[in-house]
């Protein structure tokens, strides 16, 4: 396919990824969505401790880390050791990929220019008070503007607290961000 899969104005996204060619919300699905034209790329982001911004789709890693261990409770490091380990064509990928950074998947979409489309996760999603905390808003937003990819960023979240955050303080920053609810 050459160039983004578009017809007008519409904009395909490749939802965790082209999942059904490299398991979900990996840095193989995300290149395999690039390369496949998709003009948008959607994650999942969890805060984990220390405030580093992790991407899995569910708080829990058994399903695709084969482990009764949860995202939110673990730091990037101990993250090392549960490597996603199930998920299409798991084996064309080496059998084991590491859980990626917010980071890591901004700036393969900014070398592309793809626009991010990023699902803010809490545990609870209609609880204000499992909202990401304002030091993980802050740093989404330092992400997206150190990538350069804030201003065609697409933000979800099903936790109105975390997208009130969002919106504070984006407009000065990226008056061109689209924040959503689900």
Not at 60 to 84: A, D, F, Q, W
């Amino acid at each position: 396919v050459e160039g983004k899969l578009s017809m007008s104005k519409i904009t395909f996204i490749a939802n965790r990824g082209n999942s059904s060619i490299a398991p979900e919300n990996t840095m193989p699905a995300f290149a395999e969505a690039i390369n496949a034209g998709f003009g948008g790329v959607e994650s999942d982001v969890w805060e984990t401790p220390g405030i580093v911004l992790m991407i899995m789709h569910d708080e829990s890693l058994k399903r695709t880390c084969g482990v009764e261990k949860n995202i939110t409770e673990l730091t990037p490091e101990e993250l090392r050791n549960y490597p996603v380990i199930r998920g299409s064509n798991i084996l064309d990928y080496g059998g084991a990929l590491p859980v990626p950074s917010l980071e890591e998947y901004l700036n393969l979409l900014q070398e592309y220019d793809i626009a991010p489309v990023i699902e803010i996760k809490s545990r609870k999603p209609f609880d204000e008070n499992n909202a990401m905390s304002d030091s993980a808003v802050d740093q989404v937003l330092d992400l997206l503007d150190n990538t350069g990819t804030g201003d065609r960023a697409i933000i979800l979240s099903f936790n109105l607290k975390a997208l009130y955050l969002m919106i504070t303080r984006k407009n000065r920053r990226f008056p061109a961000m689209t924040l959503s609810t689900m």
